[in-house]
């Protein structure tokens, strides 16, 4: 299978491995319109082709299976859409869009395009969230009474991952002229994506979004006002209540997301982090142990990643999870904690 890139920046490397690793599937050509960013991604692998624009890779490429979207979030929908318009199966990056409406209409597109649709919710991939979701969606333990759900990274306070003033794939996360939520559009649709899809739909939402000016107020064309991070107060539709926050201030994390369910007969954890956990590992506390305060460690395995349910979508023609229509729904909650914020108020995500 022949898959093309638009956007060859940080992420789109992932894609490259990701998707070569796939039996029968290559990455054939991409684009960018950066041309220091294009080079140095064809040096990782000579026999792809490299184009400065979509519409050129699109009008010399014909036989693509499907595309992946890794242009910063503001050009998600208009690419997007150019890729559905020819009638490409297409894997974008989140968030899906900037807002509600235009994820929406990237929905429609996908639906009357008739062509697989994904949005890259990576941490689906951890083998230890997904048996924690199974074991919820099973009734086992009862029903879910209270979440919490944070996301750090501390790139804003360690140079782990390079000096944010001096990188634009740090400065336009910062900016929201150029298109960035923000925390709250960047990583908090993850740490969104991750407690909905476990625990269930949100019906309220209250929020308290925070950028920290002290950082300075502009750094060249970028000036510094998205969001650095966020608390929220969430009411789930079945009754549970739950914190979820999400921070690039969280000195010690590189990038960890940590969820704790508990239910009325048992409690869940997963926390994932780039060096201390493995993404395969469950906590649960349940039966005899919830007198003692015991918990249990399950291994839970290997699960497929997002890379290969969107070509085993292509191949079998079922729209896999997650979809342009999860996106979507994410986009929603990420709405309607500005509204809540810039407001004071309780958002009803559903009115
Ligand atoms: N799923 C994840 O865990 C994850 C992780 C990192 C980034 N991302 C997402 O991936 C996207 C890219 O992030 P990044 O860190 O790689 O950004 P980046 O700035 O490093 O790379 C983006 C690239 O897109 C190129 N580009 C911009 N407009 C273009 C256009 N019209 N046509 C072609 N190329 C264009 C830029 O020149 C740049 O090379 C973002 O939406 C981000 O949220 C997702």
């Known amino acids: 299978m022949k898959i093309g890139i638009v956007g060859t920046g940080n992420i789109s490397l992932k894609h490259l491995h990701e998707f070569n690793k796939i039996d029968k599937v290559k990455i054939e050509a991409v684009c960018d319109t950066n041309h220091s960013n294009l080079s140095k991604f064809l040096l990782h692998d000579k026999s792809i082709r490299g184009y400065s624009s979509l519409e050129e890779m699109l009008y010399k490429e014909k036989n693509f299976d499907g595309i992946s979207n890794t242009t910063p979030d503001r050009f998600h929908k208009d690419i997007s859409l150019k890729i559905l318009e020819r009638g490409l199966n297409i894997f974008c990056e989140k968030p899906l869009a900037e807002n509600f409406s235009d994820a929406k209409i990237m929905v429609k597109a996908a639906q009357k395009a008739k062509k697989i649709n994904m949005v890259n919710f990576t941490y689906r991939e951890s083998s230890a969230y997904q048996k924690l979701v199974e074991i919820i969606k099973s009734g086992d333990l009862g029903v879910p009474r209270h979440v919490c759900a944070s996301y750090y990274q501390s790139w804003l306070t360690s140079n782990k991952w390079g000096n944010w003033q001096e990188e634009d794939k740090w400065l336009w996360r910062l900016s929201t002229k150029h298109g960035s939520n923000g925390a709250l559009g960047d990583t908090g649709v993850h740490i969104f994506d991750f407690a909905v899809n476990a625990v269930g739909d949100i019906d309220k939402i209250f929020a308290d979004l925070k950028t920290y000016y002290d950082k300075g107020k502009n750094i060249g064309e970028y ?59 469950l906590h649960i506390c349940e039966n005899e142990n919830i007198n003692k305060m015991q918990w249990d460690t399950l291994e839970c395995g290997t699960v497929k990643t997002n890379y290969e349910k969107f070509i085993d979508s292509i191949k079998t023609k079922k729209n896999l999870q997650p979809d342009f229509n999860q996106g979507a729904k994410i986009q929603k909650i990420i709405d309607s904690c500005i509204k809540s914020n810039d407001n004071n108020i309780w958002v009803d995500i559903n009115k």
């Open 223 to 281: 000036q510094l006002d998205a969001n650095d991070g966020f608390t929220s107060l969430v009411r789930f539709e079945n009754g549970a209540i739950g914190t979820i926050t999400n921070t690039r201030v969280a000195t010690g994390h590189a990038n960890s997301l940590i969820l704790d369910v508990f239910l009325t007969k048992g409690g869940l954890k997963v926390e994932l982090d780039e060096e201390r956990t493995k993404w395969s590992t």
